[in-house]
């Protein structure tokens, strides 16, 4: 359920300020937020079975504040805040940082929506949607999320989005680097484009960053990359070497599907992320198939597979989970991932857990989700 904070007691102090109280009638701000919660196993983390406490897997934790002033002749001010956080510990996903998952402010028109600050790339708006998976279990993101199925933001950044014009819909975006010197090192751009009309949605993004830092053995498990040592395993530990491993360029480009039939919907996507360092160049490739099935207005259950391709490795993953909605705001679920990577990988499933000092690692989740 989403709170309307428009103004009684704010309203009356503009008015009595002397401020219009017609227009500020049609301005408005609303409240919101998802909560999801659970217990998670883990059959290998680090070499050894882990029992925990979880949050914000399937849908993160959120605070959620946006708002639209309606200034007439079709031009309406807009804004969003949303907060990530922890509901096991009550801190910031990210600290120091209050507004992690989104913060902008901009203009919408009858001719598009322009806006400015911490924004969704197009991957995340166009493409993530058919990481048919990571709707069952928040987990199943493609691997290392090199690919920005997740969520993926552009800091600094002004995006275009037009309207919906014959059930297309695109957009275009720049993030600037904010650095004197080095206005390429830092910065990025995304472009996407959607189509939707009844049961079948498309959709196509690319996204390119220059200069990002990854840690590939936390994200994807790898001991080398591009032909650099990244990880040791020593005595049934692991050491990661690289946690800040900066390349020269990530460019992925990523096209899905879905399509409903009856009670059935359908899933397909394929990316293709170019990754540069130095002189070199690797290729990841990602394909994924699955589907979801309402067997009752309550009750869905989704499976997808995906399979992944990088630098001479392969990973093998498959993802099952039965969801069940109590009311309209709350949800339990149930979710299992297991992942199968060749060798020479410690396998580890979409970067959400330690890797597992094997080929393979697999959780069982049991959750809840509540929105407000």
């Known amino acids: 359920m989403k709170r309307r904070l428009i103004a009684a007691v704010i309203g009356a102090g503009l008015c009595s300020a002397g401020l219009s109280c017609a227009s500020f009638a049609q301005s408005s701000i609303t409240m919101a937020g998802k909560l999801d919660d659970g217990i998670t196993f883990v059959d290998n983390e680090g070499g050894h079975h882990n029992y925990k406490a979880d949050s914000g897997v399937l849908f993160p934790n959120l605070w959620i504040l946006t708002g639209v002033e309606d200034m007439g002749g079709g031009v309406k001010t807009v804004f969003k805040l949303s907060t990530l956080f922890n509901l096991n510990n009550g801190q910031l996903n990210q600290p120091n940082t209050l507004f992690g998952q989104q913060a902008w402010v901009g203009l919408q028109t009858d001719y598009g929506t ?32 090199f690919d920005h199925t997740n969520n993926d933001r552009l800091k600094n950044s002004i995006k275009y989005t037009s309207p919906v014009w014959g059930g297309f819909t695109f957009g275009a975006m720049y993030g ?18 959607q189509y939707a009309n009844g049961p079948f949605t498309a959709g196509a993004a690319y996204t390119y960053q220059a200069k990002p830092t990854l840690d590939p053995y936390a994200q994807i498990g790898v001991h080398t990359f591009f032909n650099v040592p990244v990880a040791t395993v020593a005595d049934n530990a692991a050491t990661d070497l690289m946690p800040e ?12 599907a879905s399509y409903a039939i009856g009670d059935f919907t359908l899933y397909g996507d394929f990316s293709d992320t170019v990754l540069k360092y130095q002189a070199q160049t690797s290729v990841m490739h990602v394909y994924e198939t699955g589907a979801t099935y309402q067997v009752t207005p309550a009750a869905q259950l989704v499976l997808g ?60 989740r049991i959750g809840m989700y509540h929105a407000f």
């Open 305 to 364: 597979y995906q399979h992944t391709g990088f630098e001479g490795h392969t990973w093998n993953q498959v993802t099952a989970a039965a969801l069940y909605s109590l009311s309209k705001r709350t949800q339990v679920y149930i979710s299992s991932d297991y992942l199968k990577a060749s060798s020479g990988v410690d396998a580890v499933i979409g970067g959400s857990f330690s890797p597992s000092l094997a080929g393979q690692q697999a959780d069982v």
């Open 245 to 256: 491993f900066q390349i020269s360029s990530l460019g992925t480009f990523g096209i899905g």
């Open 176 to 193: 600037f680097s904010n650095t004197a010197g080095s206005f390429h090192d830092g910065s990025g751009w995304s472009a996407g484009l």
């Open 114 to 145: 322009l806006t400015m600050g911490n924004q969704f790339d197009f991957s995340a708006d166009f493409f993530g949607q058919f990481n048919v998976g990571a709707s069952g279990s928040g987990y199943a993101i493609h691997q290392g999320d």
